[in-house]
Protein backbone atom coordinates (compact mmCIF):
# COMPACT_ATOMS: atom_id res chain seq x y z
CA UNK A 1 0.00 0.00 0.00
CA UNK A 2 2.93 2.32 0.80
CA UNK A 3 4.64 1.41 -2.69
CA UNK A 4 1.51 2.66 -4.26
CA UNK A 5 0.74 5.64 -2.30
CA UNK A 6 4.51 6.85 -3.50
CA UNK A 7 4.00 5.72 -7.06
CA UNK A 8 1.02 7.51 -6.95
CA UNK A 9 2.63 10.91 -5.56
CA UNK A 10 6.03 10.67 -8.12
CA UNK A 11 3.40 10.33 -11.08
CA UNK A 12 1.32 13.62 -9.72
CA UNK A 13 4.72 15.13 -9.27
CA UNK A 14 5.04 14.44 -12.85
CA UNK A 15 2.25 15.58 -14.25
CA UNK A 16 2.44 18.42 -12.79
CA UNK A 17 5.44 19.02 -13.70
CA UNK A 18 4.89 18.34 -17.47
CA UNK A 19 1.65 21.01 -17.29
CA UNK A 20 3.77 23.36 -16.10
CA UNK A 21 6.03 23.03 -19.14
CA UNK A 22 4.00 22.18 -21.95
CA UNK A 23 4.69 25.32 -22.90
CA UNK A 24 7.92 26.43 -24.42
CA UNK A 25 10.95 28.71 -23.74
CA UNK A 26 9.79 32.69 -23.90
CA UNK A 27 10.91 33.82 -27.22
CA UNK A 28 12.88 36.48 -25.69
CA UNK A 29 14.54 37.14 -22.77
CA UNK A 30 12.07 38.88 -20.60
CA UNK A 31 14.74 40.36 -18.38
CA UNK A 32 16.99 41.71 -21.33
CA UNK A 33 14.36 43.10 -22.98
CA UNK A 34 13.89 45.59 -20.63
CA UNK A 35 17.35 47.06 -20.27
CA UNK A 36 16.30 49.58 -22.67
CA UNK A 37 12.99 51.21 -23.84
CA UNK A 38 14.29 50.70 -27.43
CA UNK A 39 14.67 47.20 -26.98
CA UNK A 40 10.75 47.09 -25.97
CA UNK A 41 9.65 48.96 -28.61
CA UNK A 42 11.05 46.26 -31.29
CA UNK A 43 8.88 43.49 -29.59
CA UNK A 44 6.25 45.31 -28.56
CA UNK A 45 5.82 45.69 -31.99
CA UNK A 46 5.18 42.06 -32.43
CA UNK A 47 2.42 41.52 -29.86
CA UNK A 48 -0.75 41.00 -30.99
CA UNK A 49 -3.21 41.01 -28.03
CA UNK A 50 -5.85 40.83 -30.11
CA UNK A 51 -5.85 37.46 -31.04
CA UNK A 52 -6.99 34.17 -29.66
CA UNK A 53 -4.35 32.65 -27.29
CA UNK A 54 -3.71 30.87 -24.16
CA UNK A 55 -2.53 33.42 -21.24
CA UNK A 56 -0.68 32.28 -18.40
CA UNK A 57 -0.08 34.04 -15.23
CA UNK A 58 3.78 34.77 -13.74
CA UNK A 59 3.54 31.56 -12.02
CA UNK A 60 2.38 29.55 -15.34
CA UNK A 61 -0.96 28.83 -14.18
CA UNK A 62 -3.03 29.02 -16.80
CA UNK A 63 -5.71 32.38 -16.27
CA UNK A 64 -8.72 33.39 -19.03
CA UNK A 65 -7.85 36.49 -21.15
CA UNK A 66 -9.95 39.16 -19.62
CA UNK A 67 -7.79 38.74 -16.33
CA UNK A 68 -4.61 39.32 -18.21
CA UNK A 69 -5.39 41.54 -19.93
CA UNK A 70 -6.82 43.51 -16.63
CA UNK A 71 -3.61 42.54 -15.24
CA UNK A 72 -1.57 44.37 -17.97
CA UNK A 73 -3.60 47.46 -17.60
CA UNK A 74 -3.61 47.71 -13.80
CA UNK A 75 -0.27 45.76 -12.78
CA UNK A 76 3.04 45.35 -13.24
CA UNK A 77 4.09 42.99 -15.36
CA UNK A 78 4.96 42.20 -19.15
CA UNK A 79 3.51 39.76 -21.76
CA UNK A 80 6.29 38.29 -23.55
CA UNK A 81 5.18 35.19 -25.83
CA UNK A 82 6.30 31.33 -25.70
CA UNK A 83 7.17 28.81 -28.12
CA UNK A 84 4.42 26.79 -28.97
CA UNK A 85 3.38 24.67 -32.03
CA UNK A 86 2.45 26.23 -34.81
CA UNK A 87 -1.40 28.52 -34.66
CA UNK A 88 -1.45 28.18 -31.05
CA UNK A 89 -0.20 31.59 -29.61
CA UNK A 90 0.77 31.69 -25.56
CA UNK A 91 1.28 34.60 -23.49
CA UNK A 92 3.07 35.01 -19.98
CA UNK A 93 3.12 37.45 -17.48
CA UNK A 94 6.63 38.47 -16.27
CA UNK A 95 7.21 40.97 -13.42
CA UNK A 96 8.42 44.49 -14.65
CA UNK A 97 12.23 44.70 -13.09
CA UNK A 98 12.54 47.63 -10.04
CA UNK A 99 15.30 49.51 -12.42
CA UNK A 100 13.10 49.04 -16.18
CA UNK A 101 12.47 52.75 -17.51
CA UNK A 102 8.92 53.81 -16.32
CA UNK A 103 7.76 54.66 -19.74
CA UNK A 104 8.47 50.59 -20.49
CA UNK A 105 5.43 49.95 -17.40
CA UNK A 106 3.61 53.10 -18.55
CA UNK A 107 3.11 52.01 -22.44
CA UNK A 108 2.33 48.25 -21.94
CA UNK A 109 -0.25 49.45 -18.65
CA UNK A 110 -1.81 51.59 -22.15
CA UNK A 111 -1.49 48.70 -24.34
CA UNK A 112 -3.22 46.52 -21.62
CA UNK A 113 -6.04 49.44 -21.19
CA UNK A 114 -6.78 49.39 -24.57
CA UNK A 115 -6.52 45.63 -25.26
CA UNK A 116 -9.19 44.85 -22.27
CA UNK A 117 -11.88 47.90 -23.51
CA UNK A 118 -11.15 45.99 -27.39
CA UNK A 119 -12.19 43.03 -25.32
CA UNK A 120 -15.09 43.65 -23.53
CA UNK A 121 -16.83 45.13 -26.64
CA UNK A 122 -16.69 41.85 -28.54
CA UNK A 123 -19.55 39.90 -28.18
CA UNK A 124 -21.74 43.06 -27.81
CA UNK A 125 -24.05 44.38 -30.28
CA UNK A 126 -22.31 47.33 -33.08
CA UNK A 127 -23.78 50.58 -31.48
CA UNK A 128 -26.83 51.64 -33.61
CA UNK A 129 -26.12 54.10 -37.32
CA UNK A 130 -27.50 55.23 -40.23
CA UNK A 131 -25.27 56.93 -42.61
CA UNK A 132 -24.56 57.80 -46.12
CA UNK A 133 -21.41 57.01 -47.61
CA UNK A 134 -19.45 59.19 -50.22
CA UNK A 135 -21.65 57.99 -53.17
CA UNK A 136 -24.33 58.75 -51.49
CA UNK A 137 -25.89 55.60 -50.44
CA UNK A 138 -27.30 54.73 -46.88
CA UNK A 139 -25.79 52.33 -44.69
CA UNK A 140 -27.78 51.06 -41.61
CA UNK A 141 -27.41 48.13 -39.26
CA UNK A 142 -30.42 46.42 -40.95
CA UNK A 143 -28.47 46.95 -44.40
CA UNK A 144 -25.73 44.80 -43.12
CA UNK A 145 -27.65 42.21 -41.48
CA UNK A 146 -26.82 38.29 -42.88
CA UNK A 147 -23.34 39.64 -43.84
CA UNK A 148 -20.01 39.76 -42.08
CA UNK A 149 -19.08 43.06 -42.13
CA UNK A 150 -15.52 44.88 -41.44
CA UNK A 151 -14.83 48.16 -40.76
CA UNK A 152 -11.81 50.23 -40.44
CA UNK A 153 -11.72 53.37 -38.51
CA UNK A 154 -9.46 55.98 -39.30
CA UNK A 155 -8.74 59.65 -40.61
CA UNK A 156 -6.80 61.19 -43.20
CA UNK A 157 -3.91 62.23 -40.26
CA UNK A 158 -3.50 59.10 -38.93
CA UNK A 159 0.06 57.58 -40.60
CA UNK A 160 -0.47 54.12 -39.76
CA UNK A 161 -4.07 54.32 -41.26
CA UNK A 162 -2.85 54.93 -44.49
CA UNK A 163 0.27 52.86 -44.05
CA UNK A 164 -1.95 49.98 -44.08
CA UNK A 165 -3.78 50.83 -47.54
CA UNK A 166 -2.21 48.79 -49.59
CA UNK A 167 -2.36 45.91 -46.84
CA UNK A 168 -6.29 46.41 -46.77
CA UNK A 169 -7.11 46.46 -50.39
CA UNK A 170 -5.32 43.62 -50.83
CA UNK A 171 -7.73 42.25 -48.64
CA UNK A 172 -10.95 43.37 -50.10
CA UNK A 173 -9.43 42.08 -53.57
CA UNK A 174 -8.40 38.61 -51.82
CA UNK A 175 -12.51 38.31 -50.55
CA UNK A 176 -14.19 39.90 -54.06
CA UNK A 177 -15.91 36.29 -54.25
CA UNK A 178 -17.37 36.32 -51.25
CA UNK A 179 -20.81 38.37 -51.47
CA UNK A 180 -22.07 38.08 -47.70
CA UNK A 181 -18.40 39.93 -46.79
CA UNK A 182 -18.06 43.46 -47.01
CA UNK A 183 -16.06 46.15 -46.11
CA UNK A 184 -16.89 49.40 -44.69
CA UNK A 185 -14.47 52.66 -43.48
CA UNK A 186 -15.03 55.08 -40.75
CA UNK A 187 -13.67 58.24 -41.24
CA UNK A 188 -13.48 61.71 -39.14
CA UNK A 189 -13.11 63.71 -42.21
CA UNK A 190 -15.63 65.62 -44.45
CA UNK A 191 -16.85 64.47 -48.07
CA UNK A 192 -14.79 66.74 -49.45
CA UNK A 193 -11.50 66.41 -48.12
CA UNK A 194 -12.07 62.53 -48.28
CA UNK A 195 -12.37 62.73 -52.01
CA UNK A 196 -9.36 64.74 -52.70
CA UNK A 197 -7.20 62.24 -50.38
CA UNK A 198 -8.77 59.19 -51.77
CA UNK A 199 -8.21 60.32 -55.24
CA UNK A 200 -4.32 60.29 -53.97
CA UNK A 201 -4.39 57.37 -52.01
CA UNK A 202 -7.10 54.89 -52.89
CA UNK A 203 -9.33 52.60 -50.53
CA UNK A 204 -11.41 50.13 -51.72
CA UNK A 205 -13.88 50.15 -48.66
CA UNK A 206 -17.29 51.89 -48.70
CA UNK A 207 -16.24 55.13 -47.14
CA UNK A 208 -18.31 57.12 -44.99
CA UNK A 209 -17.40 60.59 -43.84
CA UNK A 210 -18.21 62.88 -40.69
CA UNK A 211 -17.85 59.64 -38.39
CA UNK A 212 -15.93 61.49 -35.49
CA UNK A 213 -18.56 62.16 -33.59
CA UNK A 214 -19.41 58.96 -33.58
CA UNK A 215 -16.15 56.61 -33.40
CA UNK A 216 -15.48 59.15 -30.03
CA UNK A 217 -18.87 58.84 -28.15
CA UNK A 218 -20.79 55.88 -29.48
CA UNK A 219 -17.64 53.50 -30.31
CA UNK A 220 -15.76 55.56 -28.05
CA UNK A 221 -12.15 54.73 -29.45
CA UNK A 222 -8.32 56.20 -28.56
CA UNK A 223 -6.56 54.72 -30.97
CA UNK A 224 -6.50 54.61 -34.83
CA UNK A 225 -6.49 52.76 -36.89
CA UNK A 226 -9.53 50.51 -34.95
CA UNK A 227 -10.79 47.26 -37.00
CA UNK A 228 -13.97 45.70 -36.15
CA UNK A 229 -15.11 42.53 -37.37
CA UNK A 230 -19.10 41.81 -37.32
CA UNK A 231 -20.80 38.58 -37.40
CA UNK A 232 -23.71 37.69 -39.61
CA UNK A 233 -25.89 38.88 -36.66
CA UNK A 234 -24.86 42.37 -36.33
CA UNK A 235 -22.60 41.45 -32.98
CA UNK A 236 -19.09 42.42 -32.59
CA UNK A 237 -16.50 39.14 -33.16
CA UNK A 238 -13.11 41.11 -32.68
CA UNK A 239 -12.15 44.40 -31.93
CA UNK A 240 -8.66 44.77 -33.88
CA UNK A 241 -5.22 47.47 -33.89
CA UNK A 242 -3.78 46.74 -36.84
CA UNK A 243 -3.95 44.54 -40.21
CA UNK A 244 -2.10 41.58 -38.86
CA UNK A 245 -3.99 40.82 -36.34
CA UNK A 246 -7.26 41.55 -39.22
CA UNK A 247 -6.04 39.56 -41.63
CA UNK A 248 -5.94 36.76 -39.32
CA UNK A 249 -9.13 37.12 -37.98
CA UNK A 250 -10.90 37.98 -40.41
CA UNK A 251 -9.78 34.54 -42.05
CA UNK A 252 -11.30 32.28 -39.02
CA UNK A 253 -14.32 34.38 -39.02
CA UNK A 254 -15.04 33.60 -42.90
CA UNK A 255 -14.45 29.91 -42.04
CA UNK A 256 -17.61 30.11 -39.24
Not at 56 to 70: C, G, M, P
Not at 132 to 148: A, Q
Request: proline share 5%; charged share 25%.
Amino acid sequence: MKKLFTLVFIFLIFTSAISQNKFGNPEVDPIQIQKTYEQWSVYNKKIMLSRDFIALDASSKEISKEIFLNQLANGSFIPIQLKSEANIFVYKLFAIQPKTDSSIKATINQIGFDAYKNYKMEGTAFPKFSFKDLSGNLVTNESMKGKIIVIKCWYIHCTPCIREFPQVNKLVEEYKDRKDILFISLAEDSPEQLKTFLARKPLSYVVIPDMKEYMNEALQLNSFPTHFILNKEGMIAKVLPNFESLEMALEKESKL
